[in-house]
């Protein structure tokens, strides 16, 4: 800020100066004392000034709606909401979210530094505030094959770059406890640039969380139970409640969230699809659940703003007061959030659903061209079991933890899986797709519900390799082959068709198109996927798949590699 602007600023507050611009009539939820303090905001440049009486140059009547600090996501992930980074701006900003913690890991994982640098240079044609964390784990683990391997040494010089806020979630939580050498080199790089480490570390108690913690880990967002919350809060760390498309803990952990604890609790979606952002908005979505639950509203609000701006040094914003950033959100109540408008410095950003800026895109093309198969043919698929006794990938409500099923299963004679509509257990094959190198492992899913078919989709947590899940290996092959030819994205297909499909461009992971657009056409794909393939309707067609390749959340997952055991962190046969 130069002397003029401050001087400015200084004057306005005073009232020496007219401001730039007011909003009238306010009843300000005020964060830091749960208070509603009734008033103007003045603002200067993009600047809060005062709240008070003031004169501005512009003026708008509030019309005493409640004023809300700009909303902040404290981990998301935008690649998976299947749209490029200036699209979820669009989508996001009419809730009332002004910033977001975004984690680019997963189009790293297929591109590297420069599918960073794609998102960040994106991020500048939005509104919305998009604050990076450097991808910590790509790959995720040694047990899989990624696009990109992004060494503490590759990492280095964009680390002390103040395009990035901080170092992304550590997923590789044993390789904390166990201090291996390269994990220590990336949290030791973060230090010397005094940023934040995010956390990953579903389930860790006792010395596994306290060593976790000691190494300066500093919030986590994989729990699960309420007992897992408390004993994380008390090492210290603040804990984000997630609600997203695939993963809604935040119900479960409501009831641990204590006046005693509550400053330590944050929002987060981590996974947001367009169609659940239609449906049931964003945060202030997250705010309504809290509020049902028996929730002080104050609380709830600093869950989504204050405390996430001081969990992430992000000092200029988080609360209505002189000197912070004007993100301020209007809405008629504080029980449901219905959100009327959206500043953002000091600007009028979104009217009544609609984000008002127009979106121009950056170019693609160097995240382009993404599915790199060698050698794959129907004969892959195939599964020949030594025992009929085996073991499953057992789909879980709610989430994106597994279990290990156990079932028996029919055999041809030669020992190949014969799917049976009544078990509900089928093939679910990973197909590399970055490096040439072959690999395709096949497992077995359960309670998918899939009856006919196959599913076929590139986004797959995190490393990104194609996911495929049918009845039959000619539908499965006929699947990922599409897939591939079309460049990543989704593929439906039934007796040797495509039912349904969405290309997706950028790494294959990401639509170039707008929300509405892909929206409509993963309403498309449930449609299908529901109807004509008869997928569980209790749970999310491919946002579930999407999670069955991630080898760092318990029990059972898959990658190119193989079955793999994550609570023994180790592969693991099919047959018991």
């Not at 509104?127 to 040494?153: H, R, W």
């Not at 967002?221 to 803990?249: F, P, Q, W």
């Not at 078990?423 to 797709?433: L, Q, S, T």
């Not at 657009?517 to 008869?534: C, R, T």
Request: include cysteine.
């Amino acid at each position: 800020m130069e002397k003029r602007q401050l001087k400015k600023l200084i004057d306005i507050a005073k009232g020496r100066q007219k401001a730039d611009f007011v909003l009238k009539n306010c009843r300000v939820v005020d964060v830091y004392s749960s208070q509603i303090i009734e008033g103007d905001i003045a603002v200067s440049d993009n600047l809060i000034a005062g709240i008070g009486q003031y004169e501005g140059i512009q003026e708008v009547d509030a019309k005493r709606a409640f004023i809300l600090p700009g909303l902040i996501d404290s981990h998301i992930h935008i690649e998976s909401s299947c749209v490029s980074p200036e699209e979820i701006g669009s989508l996001l900003v009419p809730h009332g979210t002004s910033t977001i913690i975004a984690d680019p890991h997963e189009i790293a994982n297929v591109c590297g530094l420069s599918g960073i640098d794609y998102m960040v240079n994106a991020a500048k044609n939005t509104k919305l505030d998009i604050q990076y964390v450097m991808p910590s784990c790509v790959p995720a683990t040694p047990f899989e094959n990624a696009g990109a391997n992004l060494s503490a040494a590759a990492i280095k010089d964009s680390m002390a770059s103040d395009e990035i806020l901080g170092l992304g979630e550590f997923m590789n939580f044993p390789g904390v406890i166990n201090a291996d050498d390269e994990v220590m080199a990336k949290l030791l790089t973060a230090k010397k640039n005094k940023k934040i480490i995010d956390g990953h570390g579903p389930a860790l108690t006792g010395t596994d969380l306290n060593a976790y913690v000691a190494a300066g880990i500093s919030n986590d967002h994989e729990c699960s139970t309420v007992e897992e919350m408390t004993a994380k809060i008390a090492c210290g760390m603040y804990i984000l409640l997630r609600n997203g498309s695939a993963c809604r803990d935040l119900p479960h952990l409501l009831p641990g969230v204590t006046a005693a604890n509550a400053r330590r609790c944050l929002l987060c979606s981590d996974d947001r699809q367009p169609k659940t952002i239609f449906d049931k908005g964003h945060l202030e979505d997250h705010l309504r659940i809290c509020v049902k639950a028996g929730i002080n509203a104050f609380t709830a609000i600093q869950m989504a703003t204050l405390n996430a701006a001081e969990c992430y040094n992000l000092t200029d914003r988080g609360a209505i007061a002189p000197g912070k950033r004007a993100d301020f959100v209007l809405v008629d109540n504080l029980e449901d959030f219905n959100v009327s408008d959206v500043y953002i410095g000091g600007i009028l950003t979104a009217s009544n659903g609609k984000y008002l800026p127009q979106v121009e895109k950056y170019p693609i093309d160097t995240v382009t061209g993404s599915c790199h198969v060698k050698d794959f043919t129907v004969d892959k698929l195939a599964l020949k079991l030594k025992s009929d006794k085996v073991k499953t990938i057992e789909i879980l409500a709610d989430g994106v933890v597994t279990g290990n099923g156990k079932a028996q299963v029919k055999l041809f004679p030669d020992g190949e899986f014969i799917y049976s509509p009544k078990d509900d257990i089928v093939k679910i094959a990973v197909i590399e797709r970055h490096k040439y190198t072959g690999n395709v492992a096949v497992a077995l899913l359960q309670n998918y519900g899939i009856k006919q078919g196959a599913v076929a989709v590139s986004i797959a947590h995190d490393s990104h390799n194609i996911i495929v899940v049918g009845t039959n290996d000619k539908d499965m092959y006929f699947a990922a082959q599409t897939l591939i030819e079309q460049q990543g994205g989704i593929v439906l297909a039934l007796d040797g068709k495509v039912i349904a499909h969405m290309p997706m461009p950028i790494a294959g992971i990401m639509s170039d198109k707008d929300g509405y657009w892909v929206s409509e056409q993963l309403e498309k794909i449930h449609k299908a996927a529901y109807g004509q393939l008869k997928v569980n309707r209790e749970l999310d067609p491919i946002m579930t798949l999407c999670f069955m390749s991630l080898p760092v959340i318990p029990q059972l997952k898959i990658t190119d590699m193989g079955l793999f055991d994550v609570e023994k962190f180790a592969f693991t046969t099919v047959e018991l």
